[in-house]
């Protein structure tokens, strides 16, 4: 059971450029969620997918856009990558029902 | 909008000290109130939660004090120990609400 799973664990873009994160959860959860995480800024929604089918804006949606492409799998895009985007992406899942959120290792962008 | 703010944004404590993180909300609709804690490269984890019908909640060392007329709470770590130096976030959402709002998260260093 490995738990919610992110590819890749780092990467360097150039401005412009573009670029799909993935993530991946074997916990049959019904939600997954996008974060993006900036020193003195917290952890920030990008999307989330409240089941498989379902995708909807967080707070910070914009430069972004996202997949569910079934139930395990949920992946975040950069069409045209920014300097403003190098953050620590996380991806995070739950179950209906409970509240607790589980969250992958990460992904560190930087864009130059 | 930062719904959820979180002080300090940076604590230094002595082994066996007691480290007391702070928070508060706006949204009055909010009756869930997570911890997170989150160790360096790695994806935040739940630590502790709690929900208005108590004023605290004890898990082990970590403790939850919850003011519903202030709308504030905390987070207080008996006899803290060099592991637990990590990132702490506190969040808030309304029960069963697909979202969570974080704060910004304080980075704790227990020294030895």
């Known amino acids: 059971n490995a738990g919610v799973t992110q590819t890749p664990k780092f990467q360097v873009l150039k401005t412009g450029q573009s670029m799909t994160l993935q993530c991946a959860q074997d916990?049959?959860?019904?939600?997954m969620y996008w974060y993006r995480q900036d020193p003195g800024m917290g952890l920030r929604l990008i999307y989330y997918?409240?089941?498989?089918?379902?995708?909807d804006k967080g707070e910070v949606p914009n430069g972004y856009n996202v997949s569910r492409l079934n139930k395990r799998e949920f992946s975040l895009r950069l069409e045209s990558a920014a300097p403003s985007q190098t953050s620590v992406y996380f991806c995070?899942?739950?179950?209906?029902?409970?509240?607790?959120?589980?969250f992958g290792p990460g992904t560190r962008l930087l864009v130059l | 909008q930062q719904q959820v703010k979180q002080s300090p944004q940076s604590l230094i404590v002595q082994k066996g000290g007691i480290p007391i993180i702070n928070c508060a909300y706006e949204?009055?609709?909010?009756?869930?109130f997570p911890w997170y804690q989150q160790f360096p490269g790695k994806g935040p984890a739940l630590l502790i939660a709690i929900r208005p019908d108590v004023s605290e909640k004890k898990e082990g060392r970590f403790t939850i004090s919850f003011n519903k007329s202030a709308k504030q709470f905390s987070l207080h770590i008996m006899d803290s120990q060099p592991g637990d130096s990590a990132t702490y976030f506190c969040?808030?959402?309304?029960?069963?609400?697909?979202?969570?709002?974080f704060g910004q998260g304080t980075r704790l260093t227990i020294n030895p």
């Open positions: 949204n009055t609709a909010f009756d869930y």
């Open positions: 995070a899942s739950k179950v209906a029902g409970v509240e607790t959120q589980y």
């Open positions: 997918s409240a089941s498989e089918g379902t995708t």
């Open positions: 969040a808030a959402s309304p029960w069963g609400a697909q979202k969570l709002v």
């Open positions: 916990m049959n959860h019904n939600s």
